[in-house]
């Protein structure tokens, strides 16, 4: 199994609501992120997990809270959002050096973000 | 800090003909490089990397790629181009902690193919 899976794969979502993305990878791989990427832009980063950890919070604002709930899952809570907010989130996951000393990527196909 | 430039915004080529995308990078020591493709609306998928060795590499799809680090290039070659390439290409570059990496995208390629 060579994937990483994103649900949903399109949220719509009201200012005041509270919604999850969720991601999970059946690779062993122990580090997982959360990239967003607004239309005809790059992915940016936003955070990353390494062994269940909190390693990287790119500056992102408090209204999304990650969660590592385990090796293979990772959830990205939403809360109060704003219309500005509205993209495609990416999740991806990497091996460790014990196992690739590369640190390639392998992402999901997204979650694509409409906030109104 | 790392950074990636991808001079060409969009570039149109012809079924059959080659290809040549151009990725220049700035990185304090040995960089790890990649360069990925995305297709509308999905997720990127890696054509190939560098972190040593061989400064040819290839990878799928038929793409390779040249590390030449006297120029900071890593530009990505295909020698025929076929109709089904056509999407957005990003360089990426990064550090690898050993447990996790730090990718820095490039601004992107988007390639059009006529038939």
């Known amino acids: 199994d060579t994937e990483v899976t994103q649900t949903p794969k399109h949220l719509v979502m009201g200012m005041t609501n509270k919604k999850s993305l969720k991601c999970e990878q059946h690779?062993?791989?122990?580090?997982m992120y959360w990239y967003k990427q607004k239309a005809k832009k790059p992915p940016e980063l936003m955070f990353v997990?390494?062994?269940?950890?909190?390693?990287i919070n790119e500056s992102v604002p408090s209204r999304f809270s990650p969660e590592c709930p385990n090796s293979s899952l990772l959830n990205l809570h939403l809360h109060a959002l704003q219309p500005e907010d509205s993209a495609l989130y990416l999740c991806?996951?990497?091996?460790?050096?014990?196992?690739?000393?590369?640190?390639?990527?392998?992402f999901g196909e997204g979650s694509r973000l409409t906030v109104l | 800090a790392q950074s990636v430039t991808q001079p060409d915004i969009h570039i149109t080529v012809s079924e059959g003909a080659s290809l040549e995308l151009r990725c220049n990078y700035s990185?304090?020591?040995?960089?790890?490089l990649f360069w990925y493709v995305q297709s509308p609306g999905q997720g990127l998928q890696l054509l190939l990397k560098?972190?040593?060795?061989?400064?040819l590499v290839q990878g799928i799809k038929g793409f390779e790629a040249e590390f030449k680090r006297s120029q900071s290039s890593f530009n990505l070659r295909k020698p025929s181009v076929h109709w089904s390439d056509a999407a957005e290409y990003f360089c990426?570059?990064?550090?690898?902690?050993?447990?996790?990496?730090?990718?820095?995208f490039g601004t992107g390629t988007r390639l059009q193919v006529t038939l």
């Open positions: 560098y972190f040593s060795g061989d400064t």
């Open positions: 990185y304090g020591a040995t960089p790890y």
């Open positions: 991806a996951s990497s091996q460790d050096a014990a196992a690739s000393n590369t640190g390639e990527l392998f």
């Open positions: 997990y390494s062994y269940e950890k909190l390693s």
């Open positions: 990426a570059v990064g550090p690898f902690t050993g447990t996790a990496s730090k990718l820095t």
């Open positions: 690779m062993g791989h122990r580090a």
